[in-house]
């Protein structure tokens, strides 16, 4: 860990529950590799390094590399000290680690060599097409926050898992919102 500020309470919960899931979310993206084809293939096939999980996990869910072209990972990688508007930085050397694993599994369909506006997923055309339902204010509610927050919808999610199977309604949904969601 080099993350300079204090890490917060939930932040500690989290890291806790990590390290107890650690061992069964290891293989999580062989498995989702493995079993889903298509949309599923983002979700990569080789296991994730060990600061991969520890490190990126700590704030929001490991992401698959599969959902982002290389470019966009290399420059996340390289600005990891001014990251959202926090600071991320890594030693070199898991910097390096991390950063080869997303290359290897980045996301290499030809469309994928758009540029992604503020290198996120959630800016990616696939991304919106596939919310393209969910009503705007959906993300703002309280129970999501944001919607680089998968987990609030995507049960799964920390294991690579965002089929309908691991979907869930977030709460305090107007009805409006639920019937858009349902769409
Ligand atoms: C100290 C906390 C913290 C750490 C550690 C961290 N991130 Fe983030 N990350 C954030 C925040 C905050 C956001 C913005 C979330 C939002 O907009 O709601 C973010 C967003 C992202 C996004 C864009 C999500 C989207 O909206 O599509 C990616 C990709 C990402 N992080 C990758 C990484 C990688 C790779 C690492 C490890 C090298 C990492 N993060 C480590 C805090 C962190
Ligand atoms: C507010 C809830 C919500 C959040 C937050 C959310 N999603 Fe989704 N996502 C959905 C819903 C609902 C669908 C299904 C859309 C449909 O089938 O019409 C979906 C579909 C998907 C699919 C397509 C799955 C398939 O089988 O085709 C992927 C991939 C996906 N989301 C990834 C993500 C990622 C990655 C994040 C976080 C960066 C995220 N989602 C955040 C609600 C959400």
Known sequence: MKHTH?????????????????????????????????????????????????????????????????????????????????????????VRLIHQWLMANADTRSRASAPVPQDRITRTAWFERKHRHIEPGTWRLPSVRSASNCMACHTGADRGQFGEHDLRMPQGLSARQRAAWDD
């Open 6 to 94: 204090a890490p917060s309470t939930t932040r500690l919960a989290r890291l806790t529950r990590l390290a107890l899931s650690l061992s069964c979310s290891l293989p999580w993206m062989l498995a989702s590799g493995a079993s889903h084809a298509g949309e599923h293939e983002r979700a990569g096939r080789v296991p994730p390094p060990m600061p991969y999980v520890q490190e990126c996990a700590a704030c929001h869910v490991a992401y698959p590399p599969g959902m982002l072209p290389a470019t966009s990972w290399t420059r996340l990688m390289n600005g990891l000290g001014q990251h959202f508007g926090t600071d991320a930085s890594l030693d070199e050397k898991d």
